[in-house]
């Protein structure tokens, strides 16, 4: 796979600080500001054939786009896990899993 075949983005493509000013995850509601965001690199893309996503909260951004956008583009969803080093426990198999995803999206 080569850099030319895919695009990197994330559901919210922003920073997010708390009340301290310390990173934060997306929430429902950040992931409905950023719908329009997701709309328009979607359709930036008209060869696009598949949707790998990395984490629970890229997945449901992908799917609340699927199911509350008036036309949504539907492309298959490949989910996999975040790389983050909090989902250690299971790092062999995330590690699988991301690298399965990644090659069968560009089937």
Avoid: K
């Avoid at 996503?53 to 492309?75: E, S």
């Amino acid at each position: 796979m080569s850099r030319g075949d895919y695009v990197r983005w994330n559901v919210v493509p922003w920073p997010l600080f708390d009340a301290a000013g310390g990173r934060r995850v997306p929430n429902a509601d950040d992931l409905d500001d950023a719908q329009p965001a997701l709309a328009a690199v979607i359709a930036l893309m008209p060869s696009l054939t598949s949707i790998v996503t990395f984490g629970a909260t890229a997945l449901t951004g992908i799917m609340r786009y699927y199911t509350l956008h008036a036309q949504p583009v539907i492309v298959p969803v490949l989910a996999a896990p975040h790389p983050s080093p909090a989902n250690g426990h299971r790092r062999a198999e995330n590690h699988v899993r991301a690298v399965n995803a990644l090659r069968r999206s560009l089937r």
